[in-house]
């Protein structure tokens, strides 16, 4: 059973950086498919980005981070990171981590089998 442990959620004025972390425990990590989604109150779970192997070992993003926020893995430690920089205040969300084998959508939520419980994040402008 994989276990997903996120932190570093927070509040930051529009415009700043904040980075999020995802400790993954419970299996080999090297070979994991890793993801970070966002859901806003009242709205769907919405890709954010993903590194997959199907990819090439290259990153996906949503257009509406791309060149803002950088998926990253720590294979020795087993962690996810999730840079956001140039926050926005339509970033506010909470932010899940996830992984999966063999994911073939990546910014497909159903892919994936194991979340972590989610961490907020504010945006003030």
């Known amino acids: 059973q994989v276990q997903l442990v996120e932190s570093g959620g927070g509040l930051v004025q529009a415009g700043g950086s904040l980075r999020l972390s995802c400790a993954a425990s419970?299996?080999?990590?090297?070979?994991?498919?890793i993801a970070w989604f966002r859901q806003a109150p009242g709205k769907e779970r919405e890709f954010v980005a993903a590194h997959t192997w199907r990819s090439g070992g290259s990153a996906n993003y949503a257009d509406s981070v791309k060149g803002r926020f950088t998926i990253s893995r720590d294979n020795a430690t087993n962690t996810m990171y999730l840079q956001m920089n140039s926050l926005k205040t339509e970033d506010a969300s909470v932010y899940y981590c996830a992984g999966g084998v063999f994911i073939t959508r990546p910014d497909r939520p159903a892919d994936y089998n194991n979340w972590g419980q989610g961490t907020q994040v504010t945006v003030s402008s």
């Open positions: 419970g299996r080999n990590f090297i070979t994991y498919d």
